[in-house]
């Protein structure tokens, strides 16, 4: 893209960490986000991973804590850190952590003063995809994962747009937000307070109405201070009604944090790498 900034570029495992800024038209100001480009990148296409982040996270957070680059080297696949929202002092903001800024829930706002900048889903899913498909070497296989609210994104992402991602797993994800107050606070917010629009939100309901086309691997911890807002039973229960393939791995002692990201991110690549390298090329 013709306006895209090299914030800065590091060799890292043989491959290259980047950072990258460009005039977002989706967000309406300056996006800032980073790619890990594994080694085989340079000898043909790679397969793409996506990470999405959680509440007052940054690109910045996953790429220097959750260790995903030398697994990702080893397994071939460029990993993708967007950022949570749009940013800037001409941004609509909000003084609590969960709404504004670094608090996108990866959807397009239908409410001012959010609706002109908070298109997260949009810049995702269309914007920020055409970029990197113009800028990484791909396969065109796209898998997609997620922590917290980026869990909560990297699901409902996937299973609306099935046909994009070949893989899917999530971190902790916010499982049901239509019934937590990590949800209904923003759906309210950001959409208006109709609750039917919110639904096509909710990963557990969607798990139900549509399922997925593959497996999903899902870890949380055990210990995790957040299980009450995350409410991962409510998914397990829907994929169990749905009868739908995969795993919701419940990691005992581990809680919501980067440790616990860092300590199954090689789970995560693999899996991921096994499903998007099948039938590649």
């Known amino acids: 893209m013709a306006d ?34 594994p080694p085989q990148a340079e000898d043909g296409p790679v397969p793409v ?17 959750g260790g995903f680059q030398a ?34 829930f990866y959807i397009d706002a239908a409410r001012d003063p959010w609706a002109s900048t908070f298109r ?8 920020l995809r055409a970029i990197v498909e113009e800028q990484v070497p791909n ?9 917290s609210m980026g869990g909560h994104g990297a699901l409902t992402i996937a299973m609306k747009a099935p046909d994009a991602y070949a893989s ?33 939100h909710d990963a557990t309901l969607l798990i139900e109405e549509r399922g997925w086309h593959g497996d999903i691997l899902i870890d949380q911890g055990a210990a995790d ?11 397990a229960a829907a994929m169990a009604r749905k009868r739908q393939s995969g795993q919701l791995r419940m990691q005992a002692g581990y809680d919501h ?10 789970d995560h690549v693999a899996w991921h790498a096994e499903r998007l390298h099948r039938d590649a090329g």
């Not at 982040?53 to 804590?65: F, I, P, R, V, Y």
């Not at 997260?120 to 914007?127: I, L, N």
């Not at 957040?226 to 998914?235: G, N, S, T």
């Not at 944090?257 to 090689?266: D, H, M, R």
Request: with cysteine; charged share 20%; net charge negative.
């Open 120 to 127: 997260m889903h949009e810049y995702v899913t269309r914007e």
């Open 4 to 37: 895209l900034q090299v914030v800065s570029e590091n060799r890292c495992f043989g491959g290259v960490q980047g950072v990258y800024s460009h005039a977002s038209d989706a967000c309406g100001c300056d996006m800032t986000f980073a790619v890990y480009t």
């Open 49 to 65: 991973l996506w990470y999405l982040s959680g509440l007052t996270c940054n690109h910045e957070n996953a790429m220097t804590k």
């Open 225 to 235: 201070q957040f299980l009450d807002l995350l409410m991962p039973e409510a998914f």
């Open 71 to 104: 697994y990702a080297a080893e397994a071939g696949l460029a990993v993708v850190f967007p950022d949570t929202s749009p940013r800037g002092e001409e941004i609509a903001d909000d003084e609590a952590y969960d709404l504004g800024q670094g608090a996108g």
């Open 168 to 200: 899917l797993s999530a971190f902790a994800p916010i499982a049901h937000p239509t019934r937590s107050d990590w949800g209904r606070k923003q759906f309210a917010a950001y959409l208006g307070e109709d609750e039917a629009a919110w639904c096509g």
């Open 257 to 266: 944090s980067y440790y616990f990201v860092s300590t199954f991110a090689g």
């Open 139 to 147: 396969t065109g296989r796209h898998g997609i994962t997620g922590h």
